[in-house]
């Protein structure tokens, strides 16, 4: 079973460890990030956190770590948040990111949050399969930051 405990500051090299390891990051931003980058990036989400009861989780299958999730609620719209994961390389294909998903979308239920929503590189064809499954439809599909993506949306209550 999947547990999740919310990240702090200690989990930095964690999150260091995903983020510049370029197999996670192809199908994030297509390189992995700076150890300047890594650094901004993680400062942002713990000042985030500071003012939410979601945000970011480490994920743990059997008490060993096998990657990062997150729910982070939208500042404009409060009742709509965006998931995502990255897991190590070698957690890969044992379908911990369609139960980690899942999970996610139970925390946002918990949080009685109404819209969730997912950006992903439509070239990632193992995610939209796992969001797909979950229920979520695509709204958007072209660039975003100069990149290839792709939005996803499940609107909560409904079946998926």
Known sequence: ?????KMDEADYTAYETLVT???VMRYITEHPLTKAEAKRRFASIMEQQRHDRLGSYLVY???TWIGIGHITRDTRQPFEAELGYMLLPEQWGHGYASSLASRLLELAKEHELTVVTATIDPNHTASKKILTK???RSTYLGPIDGLPGEILEKRL????
């Open 1 to 5: 079973m999947i547990e999740l405990r």
């Open 21 to 23: 390891d370029e197999r």
């Open 61 to 63: 299958q059997d008490e």
């Open 134 to 136: 979950l229920g979520f």
């Open 157 to 160: 209550g409904e079946p998926s």
